[in-house]
Protein backbone atom coordinates (compact mmCIF):
# COMPACT_ATOMS: atom_id res chain seq x y z
CA UNK A 1 0.00 0.00 0.00
CA UNK A 2 1.36 3.24 -1.10
CA UNK A 3 2.05 5.90 1.79
CA UNK A 4 -0.44 8.55 1.89
CA UNK A 5 -0.05 12.20 1.23
CA UNK A 6 -3.56 13.28 2.59
CA UNK A 7 -4.08 15.57 5.34
CA UNK A 8 -6.95 13.26 6.63
CA UNK A 9 -6.60 11.32 10.39
CA UNK A 10 -8.88 8.12 8.89
CA UNK A 11 -6.09 7.89 6.02
CA UNK A 12 -3.22 8.46 7.52
CA UNK A 13 -3.62 6.02 10.19
CA UNK A 14 -4.74 3.11 7.75
CA UNK A 15 -1.47 3.89 5.32
CA UNK A 16 -0.16 3.43 9.30
CA UNK A 17 -1.60 0.28 10.32
CA UNK A 18 -1.65 -1.49 6.73
CA UNK A 19 2.09 -0.38 5.81
CA UNK A 20 4.18 -3.17 3.94
CA UNK A 21 7.02 -4.81 5.39
CA UNK A 22 9.74 -2.44 3.86
CA UNK A 23 8.05 0.67 5.15
CA UNK A 24 7.46 -0.37 8.64
CA UNK A 25 10.90 -1.76 9.10
CA UNK A 26 12.17 1.86 8.23
CA UNK A 27 9.56 3.33 11.19
CA UNK A 28 11.06 0.77 13.42
CA UNK A 29 14.28 2.81 14.13
CA UNK A 30 15.70 4.16 17.18
CA UNK A 31 18.55 6.80 18.16
CA UNK A 32 21.71 6.10 19.22
CA UNK A 33 23.28 7.36 22.26
CA UNK A 34 25.39 10.55 21.77
CA UNK A 35 28.60 8.31 22.11
CA UNK A 36 27.44 5.50 19.39
CA UNK A 37 26.58 8.89 17.19
CA UNK A 38 29.93 10.85 17.57
CA UNK A 39 31.70 7.08 17.15
CA UNK A 40 29.99 5.95 13.93
CA UNK A 41 28.50 9.56 12.61
CA UNK A 42 24.50 8.48 12.46
CA UNK A 43 21.77 9.11 13.84
CA UNK A 44 19.62 6.47 13.92
CA UNK A 45 19.45 2.65 12.88
CA UNK A 46 17.05 0.25 12.83
CA UNK A 47 16.18 -1.67 16.23
CA UNK A 48 17.78 -5.30 16.36
CA UNK A 49 17.59 -8.21 18.85
CA UNK A 50 20.43 -8.30 20.92
CA UNK A 51 21.02 -4.21 21.15
CA UNK A 52 21.21 -3.00 24.45
CA UNK A 53 18.88 -0.03 25.07
CA UNK A 54 17.04 2.48 27.54
CA UNK A 55 13.84 3.57 27.63
CA UNK A 56 13.55 7.16 28.04
CA UNK A 57 9.83 8.28 27.88
CA UNK A 58 8.06 5.40 30.05
CA UNK A 59 5.09 5.67 32.12
CA UNK A 60 6.22 5.21 35.87
CA UNK A 61 8.75 7.58 35.19
CA UNK A 62 9.99 6.17 38.84
CA UNK A 63 13.25 3.85 37.74
CA UNK A 64 15.34 4.02 34.29
CA UNK A 65 14.89 1.09 31.97
CA UNK A 66 17.88 -0.05 30.60
CA UNK A 67 18.23 -3.91 29.14
CA UNK A 68 18.75 -5.94 26.33
CA UNK A 69 16.30 -6.28 23.13
CA UNK A 70 14.11 -9.76 22.99
CA UNK A 71 11.82 -9.36 20.35
CA UNK A 72 11.04 -7.21 17.71
CA UNK A 73 7.94 -7.26 16.57
CA UNK A 74 7.47 -4.75 13.53
CA UNK A 75 3.87 -5.91 13.00
CA UNK A 76 2.53 -3.88 16.00
CA UNK A 77 5.42 -1.40 15.72
CA UNK A 78 6.85 -3.13 19.51
CA UNK A 79 10.03 -3.84 20.91
CA UNK A 80 10.01 -5.95 23.56
CA UNK A 81 13.00 -5.84 26.07
CA UNK A 82 14.55 -7.75 28.85
CA UNK A 83 13.62 -6.25 32.71
CA UNK A 84 11.01 -4.43 31.44
CA UNK A 85 7.69 -6.52 32.54
CA UNK A 86 5.16 -6.22 34.61
CA UNK A 87 2.79 -8.78 37.08
CA UNK A 88 -0.28 -9.95 36.03
CA UNK A 89 -3.10 -10.55 38.45
CA UNK A 90 -2.80 -14.71 38.19
CA UNK A 91 0.69 -13.97 39.32
CA UNK A 92 2.89 -14.74 35.50
CA UNK A 93 5.14 -12.35 34.42
CA UNK A 94 5.09 -10.64 30.76
CA UNK A 95 7.23 -8.38 29.21
CA UNK A 96 5.43 -5.31 27.34
CA UNK A 97 5.55 -3.56 24.62
CA UNK A 98 7.58 -0.27 24.25
CA UNK A 99 7.72 1.78 20.71
CA UNK A 100 10.73 2.16 19.15
CA UNK A 101 10.43 6.13 19.71
CA UNK A 102 10.88 5.79 23.08
CA UNK A 103 13.80 4.03 23.23
CA UNK A 104 17.49 5.18 22.76
CA UNK A 105 20.54 2.02 21.26
CA UNK A 106 23.29 2.38 23.68
CA UNK A 107 25.26 -0.63 22.27
CA UNK A 108 24.63 -2.28 18.74
CA UNK A 109 24.60 -5.70 17.48
CA UNK A 110 27.37 -5.87 14.91
CA UNK A 111 27.17 -9.53 14.30
CA UNK A 112 24.60 -8.74 10.96
CA UNK A 113 26.74 -8.46 7.62
CA UNK A 114 24.19 -6.32 6.17
CA UNK A 115 23.99 -4.02 9.16
CA UNK A 116 28.04 -3.24 8.92
CA UNK A 117 27.40 -2.16 5.18
CA UNK A 118 24.72 -0.01 6.27
CA UNK A 119 26.41 2.01 8.60
CA UNK A 120 29.70 1.93 6.52
CA UNK A 121 27.35 3.74 3.75
CA UNK A 122 25.49 5.95 5.98
CA UNK A 123 28.35 7.05 8.01
CA UNK A 124 29.20 10.82 7.76
CA UNK A 125 33.09 9.32 9.08
CA UNK A 126 35.55 7.06 6.87
CA UNK A 127 34.77 3.48 8.42
CA UNK A 128 36.86 0.59 7.27
CA UNK A 129 36.20 -3.00 7.96
CA UNK A 130 38.49 -3.37 10.44
CA UNK A 131 37.05 -0.68 12.99
CA UNK A 132 33.62 -2.48 12.89
CA UNK A 133 35.53 -6.31 13.60
CA UNK A 134 37.42 -4.36 17.19
CA UNK A 135 33.65 -3.68 17.51
CA UNK A 136 32.70 -6.90 17.17
CA UNK A 137 35.50 -8.74 19.50
CA UNK A 138 35.07 -5.72 22.16
CA UNK A 139 30.97 -6.99 22.14
CA UNK A 140 32.24 -10.86 22.45
CA UNK A 141 34.69 -10.25 25.34
CA UNK A 142 31.55 -8.21 26.73
CA UNK A 143 29.01 -11.15 26.74
CA UNK A 144 32.10 -13.70 27.78
CA UNK A 145 32.39 -10.91 30.66
CA UNK A 146 28.66 -11.29 31.58
CA UNK A 147 27.89 -14.86 31.26
CA UNK A 148 30.98 -15.45 33.97
CA UNK A 149 28.81 -12.96 36.33
CA UNK A 150 26.12 -14.34 35.51
CA UNK A 151 24.29 -17.63 38.31
CA UNK A 152 23.77 -19.49 35.05
CA UNK A 153 27.88 -21.17 35.09
CA UNK A 154 27.88 -23.44 37.58
CA UNK A 155 31.35 -25.65 38.21
CA UNK A 156 30.09 -28.83 36.87
CA UNK A 157 31.64 -29.06 32.98
CA UNK A 158 29.19 -31.33 31.15
CA UNK A 159 31.32 -33.16 28.11
CA UNK A 160 30.37 -33.19 24.30
CA UNK A 161 29.93 -37.27 25.09
CA UNK A 162 26.92 -36.66 28.02
CA UNK A 163 25.00 -35.07 25.42
CA UNK A 164 25.59 -37.70 22.76
CA UNK A 165 24.19 -40.24 25.21
CA UNK A 166 21.09 -38.34 26.01
CA UNK A 167 20.34 -38.17 22.62
CA UNK A 168 20.64 -41.40 21.73
CA UNK A 169 18.75 -42.15 24.50
CA UNK A 170 15.89 -40.50 22.84
CA UNK A 171 16.24 -41.73 19.74
CA UNK A 172 16.37 -44.91 21.05
CA UNK A 173 12.90 -44.34 23.17
CA UNK A 174 11.26 -42.76 19.74
CA UNK A 175 12.27 -45.46 17.40
CA UNK A 176 10.41 -47.97 20.17
CA UNK A 177 6.90 -45.78 19.79
CA UNK A 178 6.48 -45.18 16.03
CA UNK A 179 7.57 -48.24 13.93
CA UNK A 180 9.10 -47.33 10.59
CA UNK A 181 7.48 -50.07 8.29
CA UNK A 182 3.97 -51.39 7.07
CA UNK A 183 5.07 -54.76 8.72
CA UNK A 184 5.96 -53.15 11.83
CA UNK A 185 2.82 -50.88 11.85
CA UNK A 186 1.04 -54.48 11.64
CA UNK A 187 2.69 -55.88 14.35
CA UNK A 188 1.98 -53.48 16.81
CA UNK A 189 -1.42 -53.50 16.41
Known amino acids: MKQTKSIQPRKQRKSHFKAEYHIRNR???ALLSHALREKYGI??????RNDKVTVFKNKSQDAEIKGKV??????????????????????TIVSFPVHPSNVVITSLNLRDKKRRAIIQRRSRKEMT?????????????????????????????FLEEDFEDLDMDELAEGEEETPDTEEDKEESE
Open 43 to 48: RRLPIH
Open 129 to 157: DEELAEDIFDEDEELAEELEDSDMLEDED
Open 27 to 29: KMT
Open 70 to 91: IRVLPQRYAVHIEGHSKEKADG
